[in-house]
């Protein structure tokens, strides 16, 4: 599994206003850091589906400029996930119940996720943030938790050994208000780090099954 797909992947953890980079983030006491955990898995429960646009920023030790892309992101519950990279360049990621399929331009290979460990791991990864379990799941990340005046921030630092070898860790940004994310960072075991920023978020509209298909 190439690097850039399995971090493109792990958005879907978190679906979910970013707090600026300045900004000063205070620890989360035993207390709030369960009320936390609740209202996610609460959040997580209640979204049936999300249409949303995104951006992303990826830093990289070799290249002096950042990486600026966008696209629209399409999330339907069980196992249906539409990830489409529309500027500077077309790329697709689709998963729908046990297969992912990637259109490269005019290319589309398919994948079944049980084909290979790193397909486990990320369908693994994919059920317990749709069932909002992931903050839970003390074998495969340690978390630590923060608040700043507009985000609860949650710290993942990743324990499985395959994430390790193209992640290190994800900080995922919650809205105070309502508890959906809008913001991942991701940091890589080289240095460099990709941001991305959801916008102009739908959700539990109907969403057509053909979303999901590449043909």
């Known amino acids: 599994m190439p690097t850039k797909i399995l971090i493109h992947l792990i958005v879907l953890m978190a679906w979910w206003i970013p707090c600026p980079a300045n ?4 620890p989360l006491d035993g207390v709030s850091i369960e009320s936390l955990k609740t209202r996610v898995k609460e959040v997580a429960w209640n979204t049936r589906t999300i249409a949303c646009d995104f951006s ?3 830093e990289m ?3 002096s400029e950042k990486i600026k892309s966008n696209g629209k992101f399409y999330l339907k519950k069980e196992k249906m996930l539409r990830w489409e990279y529309l500027q500077p360049f077309s790329y697709l990621i689709v ?5 992912i399929s990637i259109q490269d331009e005019y290319k589309v290979t398919h994948f079944q996720v049980h084909s290979n460990e790193v397909f486990r791991e990320i369908n693994r990864i994919i059920l317990g943030s749709i069932q909002g379990t992931l903050l839970t799941d003390d074998q495969n990340f340690k978390a ?3 608040e700043s005046p507009t985000s609860w921030v949650v ?3 990743t324990l499985t050994p395959k ?3 193209s992640l290190s860790e994800i900080v995922i940004y919650f809205d105070r208000k309502d508890y959906m994310v809008n913001q991942l960072d991701m940091h890589e075991p080289g240095g460099d780090f990709t941001r991305i920023t959801f916008t102009s978020r739908k959700l539990n509209q109907p969403i057509a099954d053909e979303k999901f298909m590449v043909r």
């Open 23 to 26: 900004c000063q983030n205070s």
């Open 56 to 58: 992303q920023e990826k």
């Open 61 to 63: 030790s070799m290249i």
């Open 95 to 99: 998963i729908k119940n046990d297969q």
């Open 144 to 146: 630590t938790y923060f």
């Open 155 to 157: 710290k993942l630092k």
């Open 163 to 165: 994430l390790k070898e």
